[in-house]
Each structure stands twice: as C-alpha cells, then as structure tokens.
C-alpha cells in the first residue's frame, strides 16, 4: 500500500481536548479542489470545537503555500492534519470522465490505506462545507454494517 503514497506530511495537534471525541476525515482531491478542501475543513473545524479531528488529505499535488496553509489551520485550531502525496501513476489507466478525474480512486485508497490503523474515517467531498455539529457521528455503533451513507443533496 505504501508504494502509492510519495510523501507524507504530518500536522499535528500539540494537545488533545479533554473527554472529547476523535473523528478522523479523509478527503481525496487534485489540483482543482485543493482550495475546496481547505475551506470544508474549516468550516468542519469552525462548527465543531468539541471534537478532536485528524484530517488525512489524499492528493496528487500540493505546494509550500497549500502546506503552509495546513500548518497554520493545525496550528489555529489545535488539530492534526495529514497530508498524503499519491503518485498518480498508479491510477493514471483507470476509467475516468468528465465529470470525475482519476483522484476519485483516491477515496478508495483512503479506506483502504487508513483501515490498517483506525477503526472509523468520515469522507468528505472538497465541496462540502459543514453548517453543524458532527458529534452524533462520533456516537454511531456499528455491529454488521460497514458504512453510514447519504445521498447526495443538491439544495442549501
């Protein structure tokens, strides 16, 4: 699994809150979402200071800027955030369109990679903005099940 990932880089949290739940959020984007996914993950953190998160970023490019960015966020709001850069060889031959590019594998690589060492891992798409609490997320029991789903919804 390590041979798709080129480089990681890690922003961590200097200390956990107390009592609080941890979630852990992937994200899996190119290029073209790297500003979208900052601002979901803002806007996650924005609504939701009672939860410890650990974002994992899954992307094909990044730049000193984006990182700095990161480090910053990490920083500001006492949480940790991973970034892992794909080499896209790897996908470079699979079905794509024009509508979705071959970073959508990237979520199924961010399943799969991270189920080696946590339990849970929310995804989300680079265009979701966050409006509330994701605490109940943090409380769903699974026995047979092996993912919590909803469709997607157009309206605001």
């Given at each position: 699994m390590n041979e798709f990932i080129k480089e990681r880089f890690s922003y961590?949290?200097?200390?956990?809150?107390?009592n609080a739940p941890e979630l852990n959020v992937s994200y899996g984007i190119d290029k073209n979402f790297l500003y979208g996914a900052g601002v979901s993950i803002s806007s996650v953190l924005i609504n939701n200071s009672d939860i410890n998160f650990v974002f994992h970023v899954f992307t094909d490019y990044v730049d000193d800027d984006y990182l700095k960015s990161f480090n910053e966020t990490?920083?500001?709001?006492?949480?940790?955030?991973?970034?892992y850069l794909i080499d896209p060889k790897y996908f470079a031959d699979l079905p794509t369109s024009q509508f979705w590019s071959y970073a959508t594998y990237f979520r199924v690589l961010s399943f799969e990679y991270l189920s080696e060492s946590i339990s849970t891992l929310?995804?989300?798409?680079?265009?979701?903005?966050?409006?509330?609490?994701?605490?109940?997320?943090?409380?769903?029991?699974?026995?047979?099940?092996?993912?919590?789903?909803i469709p997607d919804n157009d309206s605001t």
């Open positions: 961590l949290a200097d200390n956990k809150k107390e990490a920083k500001q709001f006492n949480t940790s955030i991973i970034v929310l995804y989300l798409d680079a265009d979701v903005v966050c409006k509330g609490s994701l605490k109940p997320l943090t409380e769903i029991i699974f026995k047979d099940e092996f993912a919590a789903v």
